[in-house]
Nanobody, 125 residues
Framework: VQLQACGGGLVQAGGSLRLSCAAS????????MAWFRQTPGNEREFVAV??????YYARSVEGRFTISRDNAKKIVYLQMNSLKPEDTAVYYC?????????????????????WGQGTQVTVSS
C-alpha cells in the first residue's frame, strides 16, 4: 500500500482545511486509516482513525475535525474546522491491516503498517 497525502497549507486561526490521502492497493476498504501529526522535536501524535466500523479522535481535535473515507476512490479525508495555532504540524496518513476492538491500539504509531509522506499545516494567529 502506498499513501499520498495532500491538502495542507497556511490558514488563519478559525479557518478550515481538508486533507486527503490517496491509497493504492486492492483492499483499501479493509484497512484502518489514520491521521497523525508531528511538530519539530516531538513524537508523532494520534489525531483520528477510521476503521471498517468505528471512528476515534484525539480529545484535542474532537468536535473540530472529521475523518471520513471513500472506499471506491481509495481516499481518506480529514476535515479540519476551527483550526488553532496549536494544530500547526506535519500531518501524516497511515494504514493498518489489522482490526482492533476499541481505540487503544489505533492510537499508537507502531500499529500502522504504511505511512504517507506528510503534508504541512500551518495555522497563524
Amino acid at each position: 500500500v502506498q499513501l499520498q497525502a495532500c491538502g495542507g497549507g497556511l490558514v488563519q486561526a478559525g479557518g478550515s482545511l481538508r486533507l486527503s490521502c490517496a491509497a493504492s492497493g486492492r483492499t483499501f476498504s479493509r484497512y484502518a486509516m489514520a491521521w497523525f501529526r508531528q511538530t519539530p522535536g516531538n513524537e508523532r501524535e494520534f489525531v483520528a482513525v477510521i476503521s471498517q466500523y468505528d471512528t476515534y479522535y484525539a480529545r484535542s481535535v474532537e468536535g473540530r475535525f472529521t475523518i471520513s473515507r471513500d472506499n471506491a476512490k481509495k481516499i481518506v479525508y480529514l476535515q479540519m474546522n476551527s483550526l488553532k495555532p496549536e494544530d500547526t504540524a506535519v500531518y501524516y496518513c497511515a494504514a493498518s491491516g489489522t482490526d482492533y476492538t476499541g481505540s487503544t491500539y489505533y492510537r499508537r504509531g507502531e500499529t500502522y503498517d504504511y505511512w504517507g509522506q506528510g503534508t504541512q499545516v500551518t495555522v497563524s494567529s
